[in-house]
């Protein structure tokens, strides 16, 4: 389709949807008009895709996940269908803007953060790299709260985001499934004195899937996201008379719960979890069936994989489907159910492990909580001989009237992976080390990657332009081609121009702040960017604690040489989250208190922009030179934000944690500020408990003076949370080790500053990240999982080969 071609069907379809001249559409007519159009450009290779696969019989790959984030799809789309410059150049010729007619796109925010983003670049790489691939989850009615600051304080609000439709999904009615919870369960023989389990007094609940083409990039693939939708069973609307028995229907899949790396034990939480995994699992025993083959083939055709442990009610249910229904024997159907699950570890935090009281799941799905029972009777008669009491009974999946989601999920799979080399050792050495006595082959690590797609080429045009003049358009098919900018490291016409790109995008954001915000900042200072969830061990009050530091320095030293920073948060607290919540609030106060003093010649400014999410992301993450990635080390899975910031040529200033660790690696010490403990020194000073915090409050001046202003009133509006934030660091002995880490974080910042005052030595440093970014790209870590977990062979296009650091 060229330029012409576009600007007649686009014009055509304007008129068609709306029945008047396009020119007087709005922005949103506009870009539901250009979504339908496109979607009916993909819908045949969408078509054609499928179609194959089953011809084929190839094997396929199913990714549960109770979380998808994927950003806005339009320029996605675009992109992936070569259709960017053509569309971008057409709309200019009919008047309108690219840009601009996006903004007319709702950004889903079906997840929390980086599970949910992780899920969603997956789905992108899985298309991309041609592999038979689909994702499995919830449409929520809800996407997660919108985030506003009153008086500092997060409000969380409604975010209707299917108010104006969604261009992009199908509802596909006609392949609807029954899912059942409640009731109770009798078996009873059949005339072969086989037993057969009868439900009695069940409440079914229709699942309707709404399909979204995943578009591989450039390759013809199009693959689906199919997300479930609760309603009432056609013909059962009279079992529903009331609005709160119709309520409890819709209810099902009407919110986003918004806790991250927090365990939600309500009976909400677990009807969903079953409803999309039960509603998963049969349509894809549909789909076997058609293909006509024995049961015992089936792991050879079909994977599942679950995202964390929310979705590892797949594995009861689909021994449910296979013996109760298609009538395999215990042994056939644990044998097939193994070599088809694998699952993925997210956390090691204790609060984020799920564990279901037995009574719950016993009550919610009796059929469900018999095959586990009796999973876990199995497990443990098999392997006491083996591993004796003591062992065993810790592998348990039934323990103190409670059921181990992570345990059933290790035992009820094929493979377990940790995300980061440092998570991965950690689970197998001590968080899971039970497990990996037992099962040391199921054991392996996939560390995350993102979507250079998304992260660098549609959110960084300017990087993306200058990338392609230097060294090619390849490292876009294979992103460790991004090496070969290495060859210009030093070369002071690339230098100058990255830095040029970089202060564009600095400006971009800088205008959004003006508009937003009302706050002037300043493109030629650092930006210093801390984007993520807000959570205690991710410690963004260490990142407050430098800038009062910082603050309390250039007071005493008004003539100080020290390079401008803008200190740039965004973070969303879970609404219970109450210490998380008074950190919001303080780094509001802080941002008010120092953006206000015109007495510091504004060499920092703070802002905490409001409603972080994947849209935000795309627009700091290009602007960004110093990316924070300050957790205790130990407690960060991953992380992925790092990646994006990374390939984005920003600096990383981190502990050595999560990939962070791997970031390390590749780029090089000379690369990147890191400072901190290792996690090997946190488990020192865990096992000597011999740390004091506050001695460290009281011997160390500046910790002193620093702790000081949390609670004498320096920082206004802070008197109720100043206290108890310093009790948290004081009194409470500093759980996560904000002070011992204070000093090295301090010393790593000047050296950034030091760094940054010599131009082309940071934008030298800049580059090296860049050039060093590919091995982070989501298309190898999916290769990986395709290869090691999966088995199965991408279109031998995309064969893609990984370095060594
Ligand atoms: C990448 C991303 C995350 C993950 O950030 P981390 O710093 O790795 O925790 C969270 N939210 C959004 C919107 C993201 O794009």
Redesign the pocket.
Known sequence: MDVNQFKERYVKKFEEMYAFDYKEGSIREQFLTLGYLIKNMYAPEWRQTSDTYLENKSKQVFYFSMEF?P?TMLKSNLLNLGLLDTVSDGLKELGLNLDEVATGEMDP?L????L???AACFMDSIASNGLAGHGNGIRYQYGLFKQKFIDGNQIELPENWLRNGNVWEVRRENKAVTVRFGGHVTLDEDENGVKRPEYHNTMNILAVPYDTAQVGYDNGVVNNLRLWSAEIPYGEEYLYPTDEARDQVKQITEYLYPDDSNYEGRMLRLKQEYFFSSAGVQSIIRYYKKMDLDWSFFPDKIAMHINDTHPTLVIPELMRILMDEEGLSWEQAWEITKKTVSYTNHTILQEALERWPVDMIAQLLPRIYQIIVEINRRHIEKKIPLYGEDLTYRTAIIDHGQIQMANLAIIGSHSINGVAKLHTDILMNQTLHDFYLMYPNKFNNKTNG?TMRRWVQISNPGLTALLDDVIGTKWKKAPNELVVLKAFANDKDVLKRLDEVKLNNKKKFAKYVQEEMGITIDPTAIFDV????LHAY?RQLLNVLHILDRYSFIKENPNTDIPKRVFIF?AKAAPSYHYAKQIIKLINEVANMINNDDSINDLIKVVFVEN???S???LI?PAADISE?ISLAGK?A???????LMANGALTLATMD?ATVEIHDYVGKDYIYIFGMTNDEVQTLNENRTYHSRHLYETNPRINKVLNMLVDGSIPNTEEIGQDIFDSLVKYNDEYYLLQDFDSYIEAHKRADTDFKDRMKWNKKALMNIANAGPFSADYTIHRYADEIWKMKPGEENILLQPEA
């Open positions: 984030l950003g925010a997840g929390n953060g980086g949910g983003r992780l993102v801390q984007i993520k969830r991710k965004g972080y999410g994947v935000l992301a795309e993450i990635q960060e991953s992380g992925t934000s790092n990646m994006k999560g």
